[in-house]
């Protein structure tokens, strides 16, 4: 437990001290709101969609924790490359421990970073049901959780920086504007029905707008549940990847 | 040298040997290492040390051969293994986004050190290796020779029994290198604490190890003091004994890139007829 304990403190003091990646995360669900929001608001509005602020906000608070996580995991690749890596493997605790600290850590700061954007959401007009906001929190911990223990098992395959570009825009990117943060799903073609069924961060949105909205496209036990089982099995296999990195 | 030292083996490797995919690193190295003793390892660039290193300190495993550390075995008893030594890697290790403070925090909390315990410990470490009064500053804004000093207390936070150095002093001037050569050797003899190094500093293993083993090319060439060095090689120094010891695998380094030389022009040549 201490373990774990010191391990997530770390992430959150790292998180704490770096100000201008707390900004810097902001600035994109920020543009998102503005430009889509109010540039897609009015045509949302005639064709029948209702409100589009109130559309797009969840699928932005997913898309900040989805950066947020993927870049948490991601950063145990600086930490091998630093050195730090090292003084936690030497050390006589378990690597999945060790593995498991570092996720929650940085599946608190993409949880902190979501809210930030959710306050930014309220700002520019999103005007949510606030009596699930306890369920919000677990969809988007569970957004989080999930993506970060990706992001660590993907960089427990890393060496270097090589690769990051193609996890950017061959994972991350895709699972955002697959998951139908930015359009409704209900009217889309089918064949991006189904791949959007695929993508996990769809069942996070989703979840969001259960919560935040009460209108949600599977229903928020199945969007839980899947968040649920996915995390335990990426945690389940970032944790093996974690224990066969070798210095 | 100290005459009352007990020969009693502290750590013990046995033709240990490291392959990777068709590159041997280490080749079925023999050694022992006695309780209390400094023991210099050393050896050119590419000799296999720092992978001797990662195998008696559980970050890799080996091939085959034998290692026992503090009567454990650093293949199936980790944590026992780990718990015995403490280490300054070769390259840095710290966290430069956290205090020199935080940074031995973590130590104690992973090695789970007790407090109050933890907390003396940490001021006592602090302020042998000086920078007690810096304890609240980032890493970041630390030079190399304080980084090193940090490693060094962090290394020793958890009362290990032996201490790996891999290149302690590389990068440092000699005012600094003296400073962490006397704060080891006290702790030696304070402590008791058993310790193994590397270092390309010949006299610096001259002066401080009690015994030394070259190794170059994976293999063990040489044991002894650095008297029983200098004498089987009829040489004045160690740097002498080592050239004189690891010289001959220059010379066949030399003569590996001129067959590369040759081979390039019987490529060239049968281009061009």
């Known amino acids: 437990m201490q373990t774990i304990y010191i391990l997530w403190l770390r992430q959150l003091k790292r998180y704490f001290r770096s100000r201008s990646r707390i900004i810097g995360s902001l600035g994109q669900p920020a543009l998102f709101l503005v430009a ?9 509005q005639k064709a029948g969609g209702g409100n589009y602020i109130d559309f797009l906000a969840p699928g932005v608070i997913a898309q900040g924790i989805l950066f947020t996580a993927i870049f ?9 490359q630093f050195g730090f890596l090292k003084e936690t493997l030497v050390a006589p605790v378990s690597r999945f421990e060790i593995m498991l600290g570092r996720t929650l850590g940085g599946a608190t700061i993409a ?12 700002i520019i007009g999103f005007r949510p049901n606030l009596l699930y906001l306890p369920l919000a929190l677990l969809v988007m911990f569970l957004i989080a959780l999930l993506f970060t223990a990706l992001g660590t098992a993907i960089a427990s395959m890393l060496e270097d920086f090589q690769g990051f570009q193609l996890i950017m825009n061959f994972l991350v990117m895709p699972l955002f504007f697959l998951s139908g943060a930015l359009f409704p799903l209900n009217t889309a073609p089918q064949f991006l029905k189904t791949i959007s069924s695929l993508d996990p961060l769809t ?13 949600s496209q599977f229903g928020i036990v199945t969007d839980i549940t899947v968040l649920g089982i996915l995390t ?11 224990s066969k990195i070798q210095i | 040298m100290h005459p009352n030292q007990s020969k009693e083996i502290f750590l013990q490797v046995s033709n240990l040997t490291k392959t990777f995919n068709d590159f041997t690193a280490v080749k079925g190295i023999s050694f022992t290492v006695n309780k209390g003793e400094i023991f210099a390892f050393l050896g050119p660039n590419g000799a296999g040390k720092s992978t001797t290193i990662k195998m008696l300190t559980t970050l890799l495993s080996p091939t085959a ?16 293994v780990r718990k015995s030594f403490g280490i300054v890697f070769q390259d840095p290790s710290l966290d430069e986004e956290l205090t020199a403070y935080e940074n031995m925090e973590f130590h104690g909390a992973l090695y789970k050190v007790k407090q109050p315990l933890r907390k003396r410990r940490i001021e006592e470490l602090l302020t042998i290796v000086d920078l007690w009064d810096r304890r609240d500053h980032l890493v970041k804004t630390f030079s190399g020779g304080m980084r090193r000093r940090l490693e060094i207390a962090r290394g020793l936070l958890h009362h290990p029994k032996i201490f790996f150095l891999d290149e302690p002093t590389i990068g440092l001037d000699p005012q600094t290198r003296n400073q962490i050569w006397s704060y080891i050797e006290d702790l030696n003899k304070k402590e008791g604490i058993t310790v193994f190094f590397t270092t390309h500093y010949m006299e610096e293993a001259e002066r401080v190890a009690q015994r030394i083993a070259i190794i170059d090319h994976g293999e063990m060439i040489a044991q002894g003091t ?10 004045e120094t160690l740097e002498d004994a080592f050239l004189s010891l690891t010289g001959r695998a220059i010379r066949e380094e030399e003569a590996s890139a001129s067959e590369h030389m040759r081979m390039r022009r019987q490529m060239f040549r049968g281009r061009s007829r």
């Open chain 1, 111 to 122: 949880t902190m970073q979501g809210i930030i954007v959710f306050v930014l959401t309220l």
């Open chain 2, 65 to 80: 051969g034998e290692m026992i550390i503090n009567g454990f075995n650093p293949v199936n008893q980790q944590d026992e």
């Open chain 1, 36 to 44: 889509l929001g109010f540039g897609f608001g009015p045509i949302f």
């Open chain 2, 226 to 235: 650095a008297d029983e060095l200098k004498k089987q090689t009829k040489t």
């Open chain 1, 203 to 215: 069942y996070g949105v989703d979840g969001l707008r259960a919560a935040l909205l009460t209108t």
């Open chain 1, 72 to 80: 948490s995991g991601i950063e145990l690749i600086w930490d091998r």
């Open chain 1, 232 to 242: 335990l099995i990426v945690l389940s296999v970032g944790g093996y990847l974690f």
